[in-house]
């Protein structure tokens, strides 16, 4: 009976920590969706800022944001789906990989605002791009490079040995085989850690605060050495400047509202591809 | 021809394949190079056990324990609430939810992660500080207590898949053999399944901490700004990574102030560094333990 009693009390507890933490977090979409809706219209969406940021829309910020994004993962990807092939197709077993991996595993790690200040000495200062999207890029896909890294991998690891056995039995070589038989086959992976990473980078502010943000420019960025204004950025610039905090709140609430949209839907779809899959997998 | 072609690949894959290492040095490098001039005026510990913050008086001072202080009260503070809430969100996904109950269960939680840290700077601003400080009536809301507790909100996810995954490593035969002498689910929660997986929690939590010590965003907007030794937990603190992010936009290139914001980063960056050393030791150890390839 006892025993019984135990277990019971003891469920109802592990119940009760997942509902707190599920409740909470839902309550953060409701709060700020609830509110952040009713500032949504075709104009918020399409116009620059008007009044001291306290009318018109957030349409650069969005634009900004999507510029970023690409840029980062223009330079990340490409450098992150190497390594990981290098670690998971050619690595000789040695230290040298390990110590690949574990700065790999410290990369990840690394405060976000850290990578700020890297951004800020090396490519805003050292290489003089200035604030700038190209500066806050290249920071942004330095942050990214770990998740792009370690997403690659595990997709590149589930390509069962025994493709690429028959592709180098029938003569192919290393290269061929990577080419035509391992990338493709890891493909929706490697994707499913892409469309993951653009949802981390779309709502990371900290990098860019010092390398690429400004609160309020005119018209659209002309080039990738200008600044930009970006949503998670507005945001935050809404909230702690600015001379109206009243009406800035609501437009805070709306630019919360389509980051959160975005990258809620992004991260959903990732996740989506990625169980099809495993179902795909595991037959 | 193949030869040389299949050599080149092999190289070009190799070098970039040390891109993260380089990146890694590179931060190093940057952050030892802009913190020095500090250490050349001021006195390693005087910096750090330093009591007051005062960068842009005249004349200034540079003392970052307010700073170093609020960053370790809040993240403890915030493993409060992740750790129970985290792990055991893990444990009940793991072993008490049907099939079907995990299905829904851990990919939601996958999708709350993604839940950038700036909506909870924004969420704990408007909602949760106003409506803690007519709950509890206190003076200010923006404070040390609703910075841990968003901070904590914003950790359990992390800390409840990182988990999930080290519960999820233990093999079944362990809980087989425990049901096969009697025991009974509770029973075998408790004293074979968490102590096989033990050190993987405990990597979930020190990531957890890792994290919550390194985040920016949500504690520069709910944390109160003041850069001034807590007394209470309703006090409003700076953590570190709230002092770079607020000031380094004031600091001239070249200062004093910029090189102490550099120096405040190279001992974040130190902190983590240890922290993730610590987890990646413990994990190691964890799969050897079970048998499972490092």
Redesign the interface.
């Known amino acids: 009976m006892n025993k019984k009693l135990t277990q019971k009390i003891g469920f109802s507890f592990l119940f009760l920590c997942i509902a707190i933490t599920i409740v909470f977090l839902l309550a953060i979409i409701y709060f700020v969706s609830v509110r952040g809706i009713k500032v949504i219209s075709w104009e918020f969406l399409t116009q620059a800022p008007r009044n001291a940021m306290t009318e018109g829309g957030v349409a650069p910020a969005i634009v900004g944001t999507l510029y970023l994004t690409l840029f980062a993962i223009l330079f990340a990807l490409p450098l992150g789906i190497s390594c990981a092939i290098y670690l998971c197709e050619y690595s000789p077993k040695s230290y040298i990989v390990n110590i690949i991996r574990i700065s790999i595993n410290n990369l990840a790690g690394v405060p976000s605002v850290v990578f700020g200040l890297f951004g800020l000495a090396v490519f805003v200062k050292f290489f003089k791009f200035g604030v700038s999207i190209l500066a806050g890029s290249l920071s942004l896909s330095i942050l990214v490079l770990p998740v792009i890294i370690s997403s690659t991998q595990e997709a590149l690891l589930a390509v069962p040995q025994s493709l690429r056995e028959a592709s180098l039995a029938l003569g192919a070589t290393k290269w061929q085989t990577i080419k035509k038989i391992v990338l493709p086959t890891a493909l929706p992976g490697i994707l499913t850690g892409t469309i993951l990473s653009i949802g981390r980078i779309a709502g990371e502010t900290a990098p860019i605060l010092f390398t690429a943000a400004a609160f309020y420019m005119k018209g659209y960025p002309k080039s990738v050495f200008s600044e930009v204004m970006a949503l998670p950025y507005h945001i935050y610039a809404l909230m702690t400047e600015g001379t109206h905090p009243e009406r800035q709140t609501d437009i805070a609430y709306g630019c919360s509202f389509i980051l959160l949209i975005l990258v809620l839907l992004v991260s959903f779809v990732a996740i989506i591809i990625r169980q099809r899959q495993r179902r795909y997998q595991h037959g | 021809m193949?030869r040389t072609?299949?050599k080149l690949?092999?190289w070009?894959?190799?070098i970039?394949?040390?891109?993260?290492?380089v990146?890694?040095?590179?931060?190093i490098i940057?952050?030892f190079?802009?913190a020095l001039p500090i250490f050349k005026n001021i006195k390693a510990l005087d910096f750090i056990f330093g009591k007051f913050w005062y960068p842009t008086y005249e004349p200034p001072e540079f003392g970052i324990l307010p700073l170093v202080l609020a960053s370790i009260w809040v993240s403890i503070g915030a493993m409060f609430v992740c750790i129970?809430?985290?792990?055991?969100?893990a444990?009940?996904?793991n072993?008490?939810a049907s099939y079907r109950q995990k299905a829904i269960?851990k990919?939601?939680?996958?999708?709350?992660a993604?839940?950038?840290?700036?909506?909870?700077?924004?969420?704990g601003?408007?909602?949760l500080a106003p409506f803690l400080q007519n709950f509890l009536h206190l003076s200010i809301g923006l404070c040390l207590f609703t910075a841990s507790l968003t901070l904590g909100?914003m950790a359990?996810?992390t800390v409840?898949s990182i988990a999930e995954d080290a519960l999820s490593y233990v093999p079944r035969s362990f809980r087989e053999a425990s049901f096969a002498v009697g025991a009974?689910?509770?029973?075998t929660?408790?004293r074979v399944i968490i102590p096989a997986a033990g050190s993987g929690i405990s990597t979930a939590i020190i990531?957890g901490m890792?994290?919550a010590?390194?985040?920016?965003?949500t504690v520069?907007?709910v944390a109160g700004g003041a850069a001034v030794i807590p007394k209470s937990i309703f006090d409003p603190v700076r953590p570190m990574?709230a002092a770079?992010?607020s000031e380094?936009?004031e600091a001239p290139?070249g200062s004093l102030h910029y090189n102490s914001?550099?120096a405040i980063?190279l001992i974040?960056?130190l902190i983590?560094?240890i922290?993730?050393?610590i987890a990646?030791i413990i994990s190691r150890r964890f799969r050897i333990k079970l048998g499972l390839s490092g």
């Open positions: 193949f072609k299949e690949y092999k070009i894959f190799a970039l394949a040390f891109a993260s290492l990146f890694l040095v590179g931060i940057v952050l190079k802009e129970p809430l985290g792990v055991g969100s444990l009940y996904i072993e008490i269960l990919p939601l939680i996958e999708v709350l993604s839940i950038p840290s700036i909506v909870y700077g924004f969420f601003m408007v909602v909100i359990t996810p409840c009974n689910r509770w029973q929660l408790t990531l890792s994290r010590i390194g985040e920016t965003m520069l907007m990574t770079i992010a380094m936009g290139m914001l550099f980063a974040l960056f983590t560094f922290f993730n050393i990646e």
